[in-house]
């Protein structure tokens, strides 16, 4: 009972931000127009000083940890193509199944994933987050677009040279990049920046989650329940299952172990439905997968916690 309080006390806090943001939004103090510019705050300044911050200071040989970059990405892979050949059964309507596959697939480990791997393992810089956020994140991306590109009913096609250039403009990578000299080098910035930083920082994740709440659109997911529960299920459920227990074997240690646990377990990213909606796949399915998996992690990722402990991981 302790550990399965330890779980919920972990995850809960997490998502009473994102239902504090769903509420804010129905009482009209977050409006669509504010946390459209707040996810663009959050998304190109606070979070990449937060990364840019965690980097820094972690040591150097962290951020090449080849084993478990290999683990991560190999994860993702097998994830993508397992979700993708078992969607031919479970969504048999083909307009549908771009939806289905990406929000299956596709965690929302930066918002979610990095202050849930953080609570559980207490430690305010967790190296292995950094490198999900480097290497599957984009990955993420790459493997969304090719998907909903194939699947697309509006003519959309995937230009392969914009793609790669949006990856490296992308601030959380570009952030990544510019910090790993001070890590390698262990430089050290002024007292001043880093006490100019340390709030723009801080604000990321509270803020982040915030407008999480406040974007999804809970009526979308009655209709398209059964699809989107089953895609749900596939998120949360089943790939953490499945790959878990893998890493736990072949040796990883407790924070690399918690890491992969946690990026297989966070709800779906919200970016599922927008590249979903954007490239011309079914958006319904896609809103509807992002809140049956925010509603299911509430009690999988404590489960998941307690199953943890039990295996002496945590």
């Not at 994102?18 to 998304?43: C, M, P, R, W």
């Not at 959380?172 to 880093?194: G, K, M, T």
């Amino acid at each position: 009972m302790d550990t399965l309080l330890f779980g919920i006390g972990t995850v809960l806090p997490i998502f009473l931000l994102i239902l504090t943001g769903a509420f804010l939004k129905k009482i009209h103090i977050l409006t669509d127009e504010f946390v459209q510019t707040g996810n663009s705050l959050v998304y190109c300044c606070a979070l990449p000083v937060r990364m840019f911050q965690d980097v820094a200071k972690s040591d150097f040989h962290t951020m090449t940890n080849v084993r478990f970059i290999l683990l991560i990405v190999a994860v993702t892979l097998a994830s993508f193509l397992l979700i993708w050949l078992m969607s031919l059964k479970l969504c048999p309507d083909r307009s549908k199944r771009g939806a289905f596959v990406h929000g299956a697939f596709r965690g929302n480990y930066v918002y979610v994933g990095v202050p849930v791997t953080q609570n559980i393992l207490g430690m305010d810089v967790v190296p292995c987050t950094v490198l999900v956020i480097a290497f599957v994140v984009p990955l993420y991306n790459i493997l969304g677009v090719l998907l909903m590109t194939y699947y697309n009913q509006d003519g959309h096609r995937v230009n392969i040279k914009q793609l790669l250039l949006d990856l490296l403009k992308n601030p959380l990578i570009l952030s990544v990049l510019v910090a790993l000299p001070f890590s390698f080098f262990q430089w050290q910035l002024p007292e001043v920046v880093n006490r100019t930083l340390d709030p723009l920082g801080a604000i990321s994740m509270p803020l982040a989650l915030l407008f999480i709440g406040a974007s999804i659109h809970y009526e979308k997911f009655l209709k398209e329940i059964r699809l989107s529960l089953t895609a749900g299920v596939l998120k949360v459920v089943f790939q953490p299952l499945l790959f878990v227990p893998l890493a736990i074997a072949l040796g990883f240690s407790t924070e690399e172990v918690v890491t992969m646990y946690v990026m297989l377990a966070v709800p779906t990213a919200l970016n599922a439905y927008i590249v979903t909606r954007k490239l011309g796949g079914d958006a319904e399915t896609a809103a509807g997968t992002v809140v049956a998996t925010v509603l299911l992690s509430v009690l999988t990722i404590p489960i998941g916690i307690v199953l943890l402990k039990g295996a002496g991981v945590i």
